[in-house]
Nanobody, 126 residues
Framework: QVQVAESGGDSVQAGETLTLSCTTS????????MAWFRQAPGKKREGITC????????FYADSVKGRFIVSRDNAKNALYLQMNSLKPEDTAVYYC???????????????????WGQGTQVTVSS
């Protein structure tokens, strides 16, 4: 059974840095493209960054480009999201998602992912 679990959510002040982690089990992580999504209250789920299983492809949404960094550690079956210069508008539940094996590149669209975590809350105060 595939499991995806996020951790690291917290309440922080604007301008601070926070790093989220996502661990997986039950899948071949090194063959799996991964992504981070977020959903703020009353808003649609937004794809913010993804990284292909080859690590060749990375995409960032304009809303986080230049501030957030996605990375992965295949030895630990882990995905990370370093969030710098946080803003109040970054407040949301952040989700980790895993693609089917050997997906072509990665995408910020949720249809590209078949396994999802339960989410972790990030709150940024001004």
């Amino acid at each position: 059974q595939v499991q995806v679990a996020e951790s690291g959510g917290d309440s922080v002040q604007a301008g601070e840095t926070l790093t989220l982690s996502c661990t997986t089990s039950g899948l071949t992580f090194e063959d799996t493209s991964m992504a981070w999504f977020r959903q703020a209250p009353g808003k649609k789920r937004e794809g913010i960054t993804c990284i292909s299983w080859t690590e060749v492809t990375k995409f960032y949404a304009d809303s986080v480009k230049g501030r957030f960094i996605v990375s992965r550690d295949n030895a630990k079956n882990a995905l990370y999201l370093q969030m710098n210069s946080l803003k109040p508008e970054d407040t949301a539940v952040y989700y980790c998602a895993a693609s089917p094996p050997a997906a072509r590149g990665c995408t910020l669209h949720p249809s590209g992912y078949i396994h999802w975590g339960q989410g972790t809350q990030v709150t940024v105060s001004s």
